[in-house]
């Protein structure tokens, strides 16, 4: 420090005390009224956090159980092992009942491309023979609607998910969890989108008829692949898992191209099949998110654990799951995000956030691994600098750096893991969150795909849960 | 500019002033005459080099000499149209006839790697019945060395091209050129390392039989491939070209799959072939190298230009041709590559630096795009920022940075292409080169990876003979 009269910290000897205060105005007024002028600042801790965080701070109860959390979230090693019907994998799927993702809604909230997505699946279906009869059985609450989260399963986008659907299944010895998802149908008109014209239809038909059962005997001539190990060498070939996933598609195709012309299949069915996996550099996707799934799923229901296991949009809502707080979604209301556009549309064609590919995130890729994928900033918009940037501001809400899933560039460094929602509500950094964009009107698809920011409230909903189920020591 | 009388820049009027001095002596000789000690400093132009750039510094016939080079070298589109016995596809190719990498060298010069290579080449043609008699008939002069470089060609490593070995040929509309490259037949122990086992010269049947008739066949089906295109995506997909090929290994797979599987061909044929290009990483490599070649050779016999179009080595010579001389090779002594080894060897099993590769650093891929690929020091040592630093400082030896070929973490930057040997000779700055490393003696195959250092004198010989050709103004 500098000593001398005249150097850089002198006036803070010479000068009038300048006074900064933050946070409830009680102790700016009472300087007040003994003649000093505090410089106040905007920043507040979010509404009763504060009382929370206090309850909770400094209880080494809380650092144990996260430690246990993102250990087990960094030490699943889920395995693809098998593709079949929805209705065949998860318990009591019933006709009559549909997943979709985020946290629970009713149609009667459900924004356009989730109505569009159901209205898609009941066609798909056959549980309605046009568009006009699904929504008035929708509306009429003839459709069971029920979060995939709350399945072992997440969904990209709307995640509507119906019986007849393929979902690819993955299991993690380690822990024993198994985590479900749909194959993923492309760009575009697509239903997780809210696209339900005959296209749409008749691609899930042909994904359900030939792509799912020519997939699924191929992997059983390849035997269970890790998926995880895919991920770490993707995340070194400029992906980050969430909309970057070019890298992992390629992978995935090298790995079961050799069995999959194997299969007992027409020529002309297993080339369709290669080459819809080659026009698809999203393909990976809902690998990655069953494979982010699992390992979350592997840190639920940690008693006193902040750590989030689940981040989920329906469309209307974004929710966020807790290890320490069970199955209780704490939420606010879904942002817009901010992005490109394709060709014929603008910021007044997006839907708010929507989709389970929050999963990703949760489990230390997508926007937290922005940094291995700097190419992506011409998919979601922003500069470079931007993906570097997001990577590293991460770590200040993460609760470690992830073992396995590294950043060449970072020197190798592991992603930020494990979001801490403690950290979050203290910090007022959110997760960074790259995203699609669906078209707000049913039917739509995407129109773009951009960057957007969580409710600072679901951290701050799940920090008070959080507090209130602590023991007092 | 500070000017107080205590500022940093006081001391140059207050202290005496010291002289710092570089190149010949005369002048720092001059100065101790007088009393001044000069501050010597080591460097000084390379031997005869000072004269020559003397004469053609400043000449504008150089400069749009260049410009015109490096733009024909970035404007080269090459495509992938064909695969064919090399025998076909290059003009003159005789029997007792075998192409290798680097300048011109006759057998008692070769090396351990290229001697093994050129021995397995005469046990595939059945030009020799065992090892022995192959050394005794290269020795006695039956076999007619060549440089792929003069056949329109390259090779990896020792680059041995028999008349039998199926080439891909690929060819530039936009300048009229075509350039051949042979398949890669993996890592270990594989003829371009110098390995000619049993098992070295099974593959090589195999590809003549199996992989290249297939691929010729799917090629056909497909249409030209344009290489350009899928390097360009490589490089954002964290590989640099030369020693990281994994993303474009993939990209290549993807492309030609659909169409593989139509061929006429057994499925278990097929599945080896798709088993096979999924096994090796490298694979595409001998794609991009031929792409390099055509893109380079279209820049060739610009008069007065100083840049670079070939930069070679056959394990003995390091050799360097530069467009404004013609098909002259200025060479020097290969050096020892610095880097990782396999497990079971050290720096004493490395043979000098060996193969055609270095097409990729001549086309501002390489060791001058390792910034796009941070991961490939896992591959040849070094440490992440090296990586980075490497593409930073071509950018002081190159004429300008490429318009497709781009590195995200740099901004989109183009990387630096078009060496200027002048450039190289006035900075010090030599090309980064990463290179697979042979092993010393014959049949050993690959011992490591690494990164090593061309000899200056190459580049100081191809100034020399330009100044020569440069007529005064």
Same mark, same amino acid.
């Given at each position: 420090?500098?000593?001398?009269t005249?150097?850089?910290?002198?006036?803070?000897?010479?000068?009038?005390?300048?006074?900064?205060?933050?946070?409830?105005?009680?102790?700016?007024? &009472?300087?007040?009224?003994?003649?000093? &002028?505090?410089?106040r600042?905007?920043?507040?801790?979010?509404? !009763?956090?504060?009382?929370a965080?206090?309850r909770i701070?400094? *209880?080494?109860?809380?650092?144990? @159980?996260?430690?246990?959390?993102?250990?087990?979230?960094?030490?699943?090693?889920?395995?693809?092992?098998?593709?079949?019907?929805?209705?065949?994998?998860?318990?009591?799927? +019933?006709?009559?009942?549909?997943?979709?993702?985020g946290?629970?809604?009713?149609?009667?909230?459900?924004?356009?491309?989730?109505?569009?997505?159901?209205?898609?699946?009941?066609?798909?279906?056959?549980?309605?023979?046009?568009?006009?009869? @699904?929504?008035?059985?929708?509306?009429?609450?003839?459709?069971?609607?029920?979060?995939?989260?709350? #399945?072992?399963?997440?969904?990209?986008?709307?995640?509507?998910?119906?019986?007849?659907?393929?979902?690819?299944?993955?299991h +993690?010895?380690?822990?024993?969890?198994?985590?479900?998802c749909t194959?993923?149908e492309?760009?575009?008109?697509?239903?997780?989108?809210?696209?339900?014209?005959?296209?749409?239809? $008749?691609?899930?038909?042909?994904?359900e008829?030939?792509?799912?059962?020519?997939?699924r005997a191929?992997?059983?001539? #390849?035997?269970p692949?890790d998926?995880?190990?895919? =991920?770490?060498?993707?995340?070194?070939?400029?992906d980050?898992?969430?909309?970057?996933?070019?890298?992992?598609?390629?992978?995935?195709?090298?790995?079961?191209?050799?069995?999959?012309?194997?299969? $007992?299949?027409?020529? @002309?069915?297993?080339? *369709?099949v290669?080459?819809?996996?080659?026009?698809?550099?999203?393909?990976?996707?809902?690998?990655?998110?069953?494979?982010?799934?699992?390992?979350?799923?592997?840190a639920?229901?940690?008693?006193?654990?902040?750590?989030?296991?689940? /981040?989920?949009r329906?469309?209307?809502?974004?929710g966020?799951?807790?290890?320490?707080?069970?199955?209780?979604?704490?939420?606010?209301? &879904?942002?817009?995000? *901010?992005?490109?556009?394709?060709?014929?549309? !603008?910021?007044?064609?997006?839907?708010?956030?929507?989709? +389970?590919?929050t999963i990703t995130e949760?489990?230390?890729?997508?926007?937290?691994? /922005?940094a291995?994928?700097?190419a992506i900033?011409?998919?979601?918009?922003?500069?470079?600098?931007?993906?570097?940037?997001f990577t590293l501001s991460?770590?200040?809400?993460?609760? $470690?750096?992830?073992?396995?899933?590294?950043i060449p560039?970072l020197?190798?460094?592991?992603?930020?893991?494990? =979001? $801490?929602?403690?950290k979050?509500?203290?910090t007022?950094?959110?997760? &960074?969150?790259?995203?699609?964009?669906?078209?707000?009107?049913? !039917?739509?698809?995407?129109?773009?795909?951009?960057?957007?920011?969580?409710?600072?409230?679901?951290?701050?909903?799940?920090?008070?849960?959080?507090?209130?189920?602590v023991?007092?020591?």
């Amino acid at each position: 420090m500098e000593t001398g009269t005249d150097g850089p910290l002198a006036s803070l000897l010479a000068d009038e005390p300048r006074v900064v205060t933050a946070g409830v105005s009680l102790f700016a007024d &009472a300087l007040a009224t003994q003649g000093v &002028a505090p410089v106040r600042t905007e920043w507040r801790p979010p509404a !009763g956090a504060g009382d929370a965080l206090a309850r909770i701070a400094g *209880d080494e109860r809380l650092d144990t @159980a996260n430690r246990e959390a993102v250990e087990r979230l960094q030490s699943a090693r889920p395995h693809l092992v098998d593709l079949q019907a929805a209705r065949d994998v998860i318990d009591g799927f +019933d006709d009559g009942m549909l997943l979709h993702a985020g946290p629970p809604i009713e149609w009667a909230d459900a924004s356009g491309p989730l109505r569009g997505a159901i209205i898609g699946a009941l066609l798909y279906e056959g549980w309605a023979d046009d568009a006009d009869a @699904a929504v008035a059985m929708a509306g009429r609450g003839d459709v069971d609607l029920s979060p995939c989260h709350e #399945h072992s399963s997440v969904g990209p986008m709307a995640g509507v998910v119906s019986p007849s659907m393929p979902m690819y299944v993955l299991h +993690d010895e380690e822990h024993g969890i198994t985590a479900c998802c749909t194959q993923n149908e492309g760009l575009g008109k697509v239903l997780r989108y809210g696209a339900f014209g005959d296209e749409v239809v $008749d691609r899930l038909r042909w994904m359900e008829r030939t792509l799912a059962p020519l997939t699924r005997a191929a992997l059983q001539a #390849h035997g269970p692949i890790d998926v995880r190990a895919l =991920i770490v060498q993707a995340l070194q070939m400029g992906d980050e898992g969430h909309n970057r996933n070019r890298a992992g598609s390629s992978l995935f195709l090298r790995e079961i191209a050799g069995d999959l012309i194997e299969v $007992d299949a027409s020529t @002309a069915d297993i080339a *369709d099949v290669l080459r819809f996996i080659n026009g698809n550099d999203h393909f990976f996707l809902n690998l990655v998110m069953p494979a982010a799934k699992a390992a979350a799923d592997a840190a639920r229901d940690i008693p006193g654990s902040s750590m989030v296991v689940a /981040m989920a949009r329906n469309g209307t809502e974004f929710g966020v799951q807790c290890s320490g707080t069970g199955d209780e979604w704490f939420t606010g209301p &879904a942002g817009v995000p *901010d992005g490109l556009f394709l060709s014929g549309y !603008g910021p007044d064609d997006a839907n708010p956030d929507i989709g +389970d590919s929050t999963i990703t995130e949760t489990a230390g890729i997508g926007g937290f691994a /922005m940094a291995a994928a700097p190419a992506i900033v011409r998919f979601v918009g922003g500069e470079v600098s931007d993906a570097l940037r997001f990577t590293l501001s991460m770590y200040e809400i993460a609760l $470690d750096e992830h073992d396995a899933y590294q950043i060449p560039i970072l020197g190798f460094r592991g992603t930020p893991v494990g =979001i $801490d929602a403690t950290k979050v509500v203290r910090t007022g950094v959110v997760p &960074a969150v790259n995203t699609g964009m669906a078209g707000r009107e049913p !039917g739509t698809g995407q129109v773009g795909a951009g960057l957007v920011e969580p409710p600072m409230e679901c951290f701050v909903g799940a920090v008070r849960a959080l507090a209130d189920r602590v023991e007092p020591t």
